[in-house]
């Protein structure tokens, strides 16, 4: 059981969690992402929901960064999400979840 909505918990994410390099998740990264997300206390559907949560407010706050012509931190934020999404799929992978 998780003990916060998936809102709260992707926000403490973007203030808690920016990647130290790019294209690369390393392990206390990743762990950083379980801790938050609360990833083994969710059931598959939970999981699912978080994901969607990370692609649907990170894509948001891109989209609002290039729109301030602010690219390379729209990119940073584009890339913090392909880290986080790729520790989901790694433990949907495990459970036998489609990816």
Not at 19 to 47: K, Q, T
Not at 51 to 69: E, F, P, T
């Amino acid at each position: 059981m998780t003990t916060k909505t998936d809102v709260h918990a992707v926000v403490e994410l973007k203030k808690r969690y920016t990647p130290a390099c790019p294209s690369f998740v390393n392990a206390n990264e990743a762990e950083l992402i379980r801790e938050v997300l609360e990833i083994s206390a969710r059931s598959d559907i939970e999981l699912q929901n978080a994901r969607d949560m990370v692609v649907m407010m990170y894509g948001k706050w891109a989209d609002s960064l290039r729109q301030k012509d602010n690219a390379s931190t729209a990119m940073q934020m584009m890339d913090a999400m392909s880290a986080i999404i790729h520790v989901i799929d790694i433990e949907k992978s495990k459970r036998g979840m489609p990816v």
